[in-house]
T-cell receptor
Framework: GDSVTQMEGPVTLSEEAFLTINCTYTATGYPSLFWYVQYPGEGLQLLLKATKADDKGSNKGFEATYRKETTSFHLEKGSVQVSDSAVYFC????????????FGTGTQLKVEL | NAGVTQTPKFRVLKTGQSMTLLCAQD?????MYWYRQDPGMGLRLIHYSVGEGTTAKGEVPDGYNVSRLKKQNFLLGLESAAPSQTSVYFCASYTGLAGVKIGELFFGEGSRLTVL
């Protein structure tokens, strides 16, 4: 079945550092790929998405490119801020009945001054 | 806008007790979902619904029942709670319109359940 593998956290960075969170996936067909973010005490929010190979999703300075050849969707940001501290989830799906998503285990990011 | 609202936010149960979590959405969404979030396991789908009066099993449905009697509400029931059901439960909704914003789920703030 479908699955998503994310790098384990927590990831601790200094403010203005470069961020990469790795995500690889296994799926049949051509799923859409997503990054969701969960701030402390809140539910998940969609951060960005890509619906086909070579698409780049971007939002709030974050980017991720749908790489079919490497089955990856790595999240990047050039300069992180303390306010980016959260848990980031990679997910795939949306292609079959029910629009069900399969989530990775999440990566906690801590940004320090 | 309220979006997706879950009640209660916190609950402590004893093994064998029953309870119901309520999810309400005010966006006229067709699809609704219940996920559980556990450390190191991410989010796992319990049950979902693609419209009023319909329900379907997700990845981890055992020990839970659901009902979608009204479009805006999706109830998650635990008939006989077990410690393994200690978790944070999230409800989510999706518009369901064909081809519209695939995968863009709206989540509630979560309900933390502890079973002793």
């Amino acid at each position: 079945g479908d699955s998503v593998t994310q790098m384990e956290g927590p990831v601790t960075l200094s403010e203005e550092a470069f961020l990469t969170i790795n995500c690889t996936y296994t799926a049949t067909g051509y799923p859409s790929l997503f990054w969701y973010v969960q701030y402390p005490g809140e539910g998940l929010q969609l951060l960005l998405k890509a619906t086909k190979a070579d698409d780049k999703g971007s939002n709030k300075g974050f980017e991720a490119t749908y790489r079919k050849e490497t089955t990856s969707f790595h999240l990047e940001k050039g300069s992180v801020q303390v306010s980016d501290s959260a848990v980031y989830f990679c997910a795939l799906g949306g292609q079959r009945g029910g629009n069900k998503l399969t989530f990775g285990t999440g990566t906690q990011l801590k940004v320090e001054l | 806008n309220a979006g997706v609202t879950q009640t209660p936010k916190f609950r402590v149960l004893k093994t064998g007790q029953s309870m119901t979590l309520l999810c309400a959405q005010d966006m006229n969404h067709e699809y609704m979902y219940w996920y559980r979030q556990d450390p190191g396991m991410g989010l796992r789908l319990i049950h979902y619904s693609v419209g009023e009066g319909t329900t379907a099993k997700g990845e981890v449905p055992d020990g839970y029942n659901v009902s979608r009697l009204k479009k805006q509400n999706f109830l998650l029931g635990l008939e006989s709670a077990a410690p393994s059901q200690t978790s944070v439960y999230f409800c989510a909704s999706y518009t369901g319109l064909a081809g519209v914003k695939i995968g863009e789920l709206f989540f509630g703030e979560g309900s933390r359940l502890t079973v002793l």
